[in-house]
């Protein structure tokens, strides 16, 4: 079972960048999808969680109503748009994986089983 986290890179402040997760080995559909980030000397936060079945949603308040969290399970990826990004959003990004099932429409936001490596985000002010 393997995550793959893509998208990351340098923006300015006030810009938007797109994450992905894509999975391989396995379908993610029977998966609910957190992602996390972890800025330097800092916790880990958990930053957005979605679904297996993509109805429900949730945000960390520092990120609510910038970021969206979205998933394709034609393509087997989740997506996190981050758009109005600021300096403080700069961390490296993690999407972790845990099975619930088809169309599970429970939110998990802790004890994932499966973790990918992690996209680095910078932005500049």
């Known amino acids: 079972v393997q995550l793959q986290a893509s998208g990351g890179g340098l923006v300015q402040a006030g810009g938007s960048l797109r994450l992905s997760c894509a999975a391989s080995?396995?379908?993610?559909?029977?998966?609910?999808i957190g992602w996390f980030r972890r800025a330097p000397g800092k916790e880990r936060e958990g930053v957005s969680f979605?679904?297996?079945?993509?109805?429900?949603?949730y945000y960390a308040d520092s990120v609510k109503g910038r970021f969206t969290i979205s998933r394709d399970n034609d393509k087997n990826t989740v997506y996190l748009q981050m758009n109005g990004l600021k300096p403080e959003d700069t961390a490296v990004y993690y999407c972790?994986?845990?099975?619930?099932?088809?169309?599970?429409?429970?939110?998990?936001?802790?004890?994932?089983?499966?973790w990918g490596q992690g996209t680095l985000v910078t932005v500049s002010s």
């Open positions: 972790a994986a845990q099975e619930l099932g088809l169309n599970s429409n429970v939110i998990v936001t802790a004890n994932f089983d499966y």
């Open positions: 979605i679904s297996s079945s993509g109805s429900n949603t």
């Open positions: 080995e396995f379908t993610l559909d029977l998966y609910a």
